[in-house]
């Protein structure tokens, strides 16, 4: 589909900082990316901050949600209490045909509910995977799954291992991605009954499957995708946000004590700006719910304008390069 011709719903009340934030990273995807977008919201609230900026009218648009899911709700409200959520009203643009993806930096259980009941997982795929991409020194990582499935079979792990393999293909050009899973140790017989299960489908596959990984693994690039069920996904995303918060503010603090450090700043900044780009989340935007008969993009509750607009950006080339009938195809030949 040509970019053109996509788009996209946004929960314009989702996030840690709502309208502002959603809106201006709207206004930048449709001005530098000529994208679609349908904020689903507050109509009174979101036209008063729309009215800030100049942009093409023919590019974005307002469909109208009376109700908000917060961060405190549980899921399930998105399907009982609040029917009428921007976040549920944004999936359903996708559901009925008026969008072909949707984003979202809202109750994250909520997003992920709302999809599963409205868009359907795709034929053959028993579990959608959140799926995460982690700056290495090689490159990128993608994870998955990071949270949507804390209880797997080894099936399921197959399933992520097939659907990260056309992700990187697809999003990265990766075009043979080195498939790890990640276990307590590389050795074969390593791991739990789920881990060791997991093996012996993957060793059996078509994939480039190079056995099992650690932890450290993933930061060296020593893997273009790798496979685990969301309790561990969602232990390595969180571990992982920490330690580069933490690294920053060490480096700061550091600086601070030695003169010659603070002195020869202007010659680092550039550096140190690289740096912080290369681990920064905003540059991947969100988490792509994969596995579902439609494009859902999970983003970080902390999201700015940019993370909000690269996110719109990767639904954008999900639904542009046909990702999910290249699952169901694979997922096909799996069957059986």
């Not at 681990?279 to 991947?284: A, G, L, N, S």
Request: net charge neutral.
């Amino acid at each position: 589909m040509n970019r053109n011709n996509i788009t996209i719903a946004l929960d314009a009340m989702g996030g840690d900082h709502g309208i502002p934030t959603n809106i201006e990273g709207a206004v930048l995807a449709a001005k530098k990316l000529g994208l679609k977008i349908v904020l689903a919201g507050d109509e009174l609230l979101i036209g008063k901050e729309l009215s800030k900026y100049k942009y093409d009218k023919t590019k974005i648009s307002i469909q109208p949600a009376t109700e908000v899911i917060t961060m405190e709700d549980a899921p399930s409200a998105v399907l009982r209490q609040k029917k009428d959520s921007s976040i549920g009203v944004a999936v359903n643009l996708v559901a009925t045909g008026s969008a072909q993806a949707v984003v979202s930096a809202g109750n994250s259980g909520a997003v992920m509910a709302a999809s599963l009941l409205s868009l359907k997982p795709l034929q053959y795929v028993t579990r959608p995977a959140i799926t995460t991409v982690f700056p290495t020194l090689r490159g990128v990582c993608v994870v998955l799954d990071v949270g949507a499935n804390v209880n797997c079979k080894p099936k399921n792990l197959l399933q992520f291992a097939i659907m990260g393999n056309i992700y990187v293909k697809e999003i990265f050009g990766i075009a043979s991605p080195r498939i790890g899973l990640i276990s307590i140790g590389e050795e074969k017989t390593k791991g739990n009954e789920l881990t060791l299960g997991a093996y012996d489908l993957l060793e059996t596959s078509n994939l480039n499957f190079i056995g099992n990984i650690e932890g450290r693994d993933i930061p060296q690039g020593n893997v273009d995708v790798a496979v685990c069920d969301g309790f561990v996904g969602n232990v390595i995303l969180k571990l992982s946000e920490g330690i580069a918060d933490m690294l920053f503010k060490l480096i700061k603090s550091e600086i601070k004590k030695h003169p010659f450090a603070i002195a020869a700043l202007p010659f680092l900044w550039g550096a140190l700006k690289d740096l912080r780009k290369s681990v920064d989340y905003t540059e991947y935007g969100g988490a792509p719910l994969l596995g579902i008969n439609g494009t859902c993009i999970i983003c970080h509750g902390g999201s700015n304008s940019k993370a909000i607009m690269n996110a719109l950006k990767y639904a954008g080339e999900v639904v542009e390069k046909d990702i999910n009938s290249k699952i169901s195809k694979e997922m096909e030949k799996f069957q059986g």
